[in-house]
């Protein structure tokens, strides 16, 4: 199984993706941001961190970046591409994944475990959360707040799209989880095709028990078997 | 040709800044001022006689980039 992690000028979670990769059996490397031709891969990631300084809009610029046309073809070709946080803004601006992530409500940066609860567990990167009631993970970001229209949100609950949903400890999703004021509490949304998922939290944060947890392998581990 | 741009909120979507900026207006005294709003604007130079051509470049370069058409309206003025 290969891997590919893509290097935005800004990405930081870039060395901890390739890590955490490697730790579940990837063989994972880096794809700078100017590349015009990417390897055969399994999985394309977009890591957090920050992208050309986030002028404009958070991941706007990285969303038209030259690697972002390889990255798009691959996606359209039914390649899996994960985006995390930043990596999240980007594919939402490139229109990879629905909605739109806006400025946290509380207007400050927010870096902390939260709590999830997978809604598609039938899809490649969710599949392995079938017996987790709330599944723990970290969010660092100040620009999380998931928003759709009327129209975008049913359309998300239609084709199930929506992968993850912020959480309390015991899998409750009420309006206290919800740490950014995202728009039903949505972490992370799947394409139509459900090859391509978009999720705030840093599932590569909690692949070690010495970083708080394994929690986060399940969504790179469902891309074996 | 110049092109003046101004990126807003649709109407209905969460502006958090606006908000805080709406709080310290009335800080400062003001009084009767709501709805305040954050948005963006962007000076380009557009080389381009023809209006028409002009136009549909900004239009162009306002939905690919310069705003997010799922949260943004756009408007723009042409200046010769």
Not at chain 1, 44 to 52: A, D, H, N, T
Not at chain 1, 145 to 170: T, W
């Given at each position: 199984?290969?891997?590919?992690?893509?290097?935005?000028?800004?990405?930081?979670?870039?060395?901890?993706?390739?890590?955490?990769?490697?730790?579940?059996?990837?063989?994972?490397?880096?794809?700078?941001?100017?590349?015009?031709?990417?390897?055969?891969?399994?999985?394309?990631?977009l890591p957090g961190g920050f992208s050309y300084g986030d002028y404009l809009r958070c991941g706007s610029i990285a969303a038209h970046s030259k690697?972002?046309?390889?990255?798009?073809?691959?996606?359209?070709?039914?390649?899996?591409?994960?985006?995390?946080?930043?990596?999240?803004?980007?594919?939402?601006?490139?229109?990879?994944?629905?909605?739109?992530?806006?400025?946290?409500?509380?207007?400050?940066?927010?870096?902390?475990?939260?709590?999830?609860?997978?809604?598609?567990?039938?899809?490649?990167?969710?599949?392995?959360?079938?017996?987790?009631?709330?599944?723990?993970?970290?969010?660092?970001?100040?620009?999380?707040?998931?928003?759709?229209?009327?129209d975008g949100l049913k359309a998300l609950n239609d084709n199930n799209q929506i992968a993850f949903k912020y959480c309390s400890k015991d899998g409750?999703?009420?309006?206290?989880?919800?740490?950014?004021?995202?728009?039903?509490?949505?972490?992370?949304?799947?394409?139509?095709?459900?090859?391509?998922?978009?999720?705030?939290?840093?599932?590569?944060?909690?692949?070690?028990?010495?970083?708080?947890?394994?929690?986060?392998?399940?969504?790179?581990?469902?891309?074996?078997? | 040709?110049?092109?003046?741009?101004?990126?807003?909120?649709?109407?209905?979507?969460?502006?958090?800044?606006?908000?805080?900026i709406e709080q310290s207006i009335s800080n400062l005294g003001f009084d009767g001022i709501s709805n305040v709003k954050q948005g963006k604007f962007?000076?380009?130079?557009?080389?381009?006689?023809?209006?028409?051509?002009?136009?549909?470049?900004?239009?162009?370069?306002?939905?690919?980039?310069?705003?997010?058409?799922?949260?943004?309206?756009?408007?723009?003025?042409?200046?010769?």
């Amino acid at each position: 199984m290969k891997a590919g992690v893509v290097q935005f000028p800004g990405s930081n979670c870039d060395r901890d993706v390739k890590t955490s990769l490697e730790k579940c059996g990837f063989k994972a490397e880096y794809i700078w941001h100017k590349e015009t031709s990417i390897p055969k891969l399994d999985l394309i990631v977009l890591p957090g961190g920050f992208s050309y300084g986030d002028y404009l809009r958070c991941g706007s610029i990285a969303a038209h970046s030259k690697v972002m046309n390889e990255v798009k073809k691959f996606a359209n070709n039914g390649g899996n591409v994960l985006g995390i946080c930043n990596g999240f803004q980007i594919l939402s601006e490139a229109g990879l994944v629905p909605g739109v992530l806006m400025t946290n409500k509380s207007l400050k940066f927010i870096c902390k475990e939260v709590f999830l609860k997978a809604i598609n567990t039938d899809e490649i990167f969710t599949k392995k959360y079938k017996e987790y009631n709330a599944i723990k993970l970290s969010i660092a970001h100040h620009d999380g707040n998931y928003f759709i229209d009327e129209d975008g949100l049913k359309a998300l609950n239609d084709n199930n799209q929506i992968a993850f949903k912020y959480c309390s400890k015991d899998g409750e999703i009420t309006a206290d989880s919800n740490p950014n004021g995202s728009l039903e509490n949505i972490a992370g949304v799947y394409n139509k095709n459900k090859n391509v998922l978009g999720l705030m939290p840093h599932p590569e944060r909690h692949c070690d028990i010495l970083t708080g947890g394994t929690s986060g392998k399940n969504i790179f581990e469902g891309l074996f078997n | 040709m110049k092109a003046k741009v101004y990126v807003t909120l649709k109407n209905g979507v969460l502006d958090p800044q606006g908000k805080a900026i709406e709080q310290s207006i009335s800080n400062l005294g003001f009084d009767g001022i709501s709805n305040v709003k954050q948005g963006k604007f962007i000076e380009l130079d557009i080389n381009e006689t023809d209006q028409k051509k002009a136009t549909e470049k900004v239009n162009k370069i306002c939905e690919n980039l310069l705003a997010n058409t799922v949260i943004e309206n756009f408007k723009y003025e042409l200046v010769a």
